[in-house]
């Protein structure tokens, strides 16, 4: 029996020994959605999951960081982040794919670059004046990119640049954005503005309980497709996510639900060529 559409063209990507290069927003966003993909790919081509925002601040907190830290039982956010980074470098061995922290500040942390005058003074009072998204609910949650997020957008369009050149021929998994977090949408953004080859896939499990956004879907005339390798293994690595796993799944239940992926309607995403000699991102070792 012929492979659907999405299997049929990862099998094409693996063959052809072009670089994949996942972005993935938080320490975890890549297992979360993709790492049933991952633990299949990872054993048969070059595959790099680049993480964007990989650090905190140091205080004063929002309301909002200051829930979060809460929910996770941390009372130091750059000190949680450290140990965040060292469970995604765990977990991505196992899966047998490279791993790149890129060092960017975490949405819930991430100051203005300009403050306006007076603005130090009241934020010691009130750190919410001093963010890029004062709140989660209302800012960072809403599906959109503040317009004091340009050099984050900027340096993640750079980032990605130096990571996969486009002399390397090789293929971008990013997120779709469900859920609306402003860290997915920029990321998302980023890659579009790239003009590579690119495979969305389906953030989880915020997919369990939003919608993706049907502009973007029908502008690039995208049709979602399941994968359902290796989603025995993927509780379990999920789990090995420890400091987000309760607060993800209170109960400690991970459902299993079929990875998502979106192609353009034709079913395959531009043809894969093979790998120029010397060309490609490390996929072997740790964060630089």
């Given at each position: 029996?012929?492979?659907?559409?999405?299997?049929?063209?990862?099998?094409?990507?693996?063959?052809?020994?072009?670089?994949?290069?996942?972005?993935?927003?938080?320490?975890?966003?890549?297992?979360?959605?993709?790492?049933?993909?991952?633990?299949?790919?990872?054993?048969?081509?070059?595959?790099?999951?680049?993480?964007?925002?990989?650090?905190?601040?140091?205080?004063?907190?929002?309301?909002?960081?200051?829930?979060?830290?809460?929910?996770?039982?941390?009372?130091?956010?750059?000190?949680?982040?450290?140990?965040?980074?060292?469970?995604?470098?765990?977990?991505?061995?196992?899966?047998?794919?490279?791993?790149?922290?890129?060092?960017?500040?975490?949405?819930?942390?991430?100051?203005?670059?300009?403050?306006?005058?007076?603005?130090?003074?009241?934020?010691?009072?009130?750190?919410?004046?001093?963010?890029?998204?004062?709140?989660?609910?209302?800012?960072?949650?809403?599906?959109?990119?503040?317009?004091?997020?340009?050099?984050?957008?900027?340096?993640?369009?750079?980032?990605?640049?130096?990571?996969?050149?486009?002399?390397?021929?090789?293929?971008?998994?990013?997120?779709?954005?469900?859920?609306?977090?402003?860290?997915?949408?920029?990321?998302?953004?980023?890659?579009?503005?790239?003009?590579?080859?690119?495979?969305?896939?389906?953030?989880?499990?915020?997919?369990?309980?939003?919608?993706?956004?049907?502009?973007?879907?029908?502008?690039?005339?995208?049709?979602?497709?399941?994968?359902?390798?290796?989603?025995?293994?993927?509780?379990?690595?999920?789990?090995?996510?420890?400091?987000?796993?309760?607060?993800?799944?209170?109960?400690?239940?991970?459902?299993r639900a079929p990875e998502v992926y979106l192609l353009p309607e034709t079913g395959a995403v531009p043809r894969v060529r093979e790998r120029p000699r010397g060309a490609g991102v490390r996929t072997r070792g740790g964060t630089p």
């Amino acid at each position: 029996m012929a492979d659907d559409p999405l299997t049929d063209f990862v099998r094409t990507l693996v063959g052809s020994g072009v670089p994949i290069l996942v972005l993935s927003p938080h320490l975890d966003d890549a297992v979360l959605s993709c790492g049933g993909l991952l633990g299949w790919a990872g054993r048969r081509a070059p595959v790099t999951v680049a993480t964007l925002f990989t650090e905190a601040a140091p205080p004063p907190y929002t309301l909002s960081a200051r829930q979060y830290l809460k929910q996770t039982h941390a009372g130091d956010a750059e000190e949680l982040f450290a140990e965040r980074r060292a469970e995604d470098r765990r977990v991505l061995e196992l899966l047998e794919v490279g791993s790149r922290h890129v060092g960017l500040v975490d949405g819930l942390f991430r100051r203005l670059p300009r403050a306006g005058p007076g603005t130090e003074r009241l934020a010691r009072l009130l750190p919410e004046v001093a963010h890029v998204y004062p709140t989660y609910r209302l800012h960072l949650s809403r599906g959109r990119v503040s317009a004091h997020d340009a050099d984050t957008l900027r340096a993640v369009g750079e980032t990605l640049d130096a990571l996969l050149p486009a002399r390397s021929g090789g293929v971008l998994l990013a997120p779709l954005g469900v859920g609306g977090h402003a860290d997915h949408v920029l990321v998302r953004t980023a890659a579009e503005l790239s003009g590579r080859r690119i495979v969305y896939y389906s953030d989880f499990p915020y997919n369990q309980r939003a919608a993706a956004d049907a502009g973007f879907t029908r502008r690039h005339r995208l049709v979602a497709r399941a994968w359902e390798r290796g989603l025995d293994r993927k509780a379990e690595l999920v789990r090995e996510y420890r400091t987000q796993a309760d607060a993800l799944f209170p109960g400690g239940h991970v459902p299993r639900a079929p990875e998502v992926y979106l192609l353009p309607e034709t079913g395959a995403v531009p043809r894969v060529r093979e790998r120029p000699r010397g060309a490609g991102v490390r996929t072997r070792g740790g964060t630089p």
